[in-house]
């Protein structure tokens, strides 16, 4: 006679949640591995913002005046149609050049004091400087709103590793000083946009110095026929 033996299936095991959602401290410290293209990506992006490449100061607006205020203005190198920004008010490094492109100054604005690269520009304008430079190449540090396409507020700039850091000043001396020996441009990153000077923005003294020429000349053709009149009538 055999016995009948009723098998019961193992209840399932009820975890402590405490135990099951626990992770070993040494694995949740470590901190995710960037690919190479993720570091390539990322050089540079949490200092320099955009930059402006050997503008040209006849078409800076320094003197502004009553509806016409002074302005720094460029649009994005890779969408031209787009609405132009307006960078008189960005803080970084600038650096200017006389007309053969030979770097002449270099200077910072907005990182120690409430100056802006457009009152520096202004200031170089009547100074020392002021028939030192027609160009300027500038490295912003505050973005710009893509919603409103104005400049961001200043924040404080914060760079995780020192090769990053490298990056960027090396980027900015080859940028400035182009070494006829570096082939390659500075490594900034892809998040850094480079703008392009925008032709409508005409400072207004050049503009009154050419009113003023060409009545010079207007009165000189003038003074010419009455001098040439008399000298016939004598």
């Given amino acids: 006679m055999s016995d009948n033996v009723t098998l019961k299936a193992p209840e399932p095991r009820t975890l402590n949640p405490k135990v099951a959602d626990a992770v070993p401290v040494e694995e949740s410290a470590k901190p995710p591995v960037a690919t190479e293209t993720e570091r390539k990506k990322d050089q540079g992006q949490k200092i320099i913002a955009n930059m402006g490449l050997f503008w040209k100061r006849e078409k800076i607006r320094l003197r502004g005046k009553k509806g016409r205020p002074s302005q720094l203005v460029g649009v994005r190198a890779i969408a031209k149609r787009a609405d132009p920004v307006d960078f008189w008010k960005q803080t970084g490094i600038y650096a200017l050049y006389d007309g053969n492109y030979r770097l002449v100054y270099v200077g910072q604005a907005g990182l120690g004091d409430q100056h802006c690269i457009g009152d520096r520009l202004k200031e170089h304008s009547t100074g020392d400087l002021a028939g030192r430079w027609e ?67 005409v400072d207004s003294e050049v503009e009154s110095q050419k009113k003023t020429q060409a009545l010079i000349e207007h009165f000189d053709k003038k003074l010419a026929a009455i001098r040439k009149c008399l000298l016939k009538q004598s």
């Fill in 135 to 201: 160009m300027v190449s500038w490295f912003g540090l505050r973005g710009v709103n893509k919603g409103t396409n104005m400049l961001r507020e200043p924040a404080a700039v914060k760079f995780t590793t020192l090769p990053e850091l490298a990056n960027v000043l090396e980027g900015i001396l080859i940028e400035v000083a182009e070494p006829p020996m570096n082939k390659q441009k500075g490594r900034f990153g892809t998040w850094v946009e480079r703008y392009l000077q925008v032709d409508d923005a």
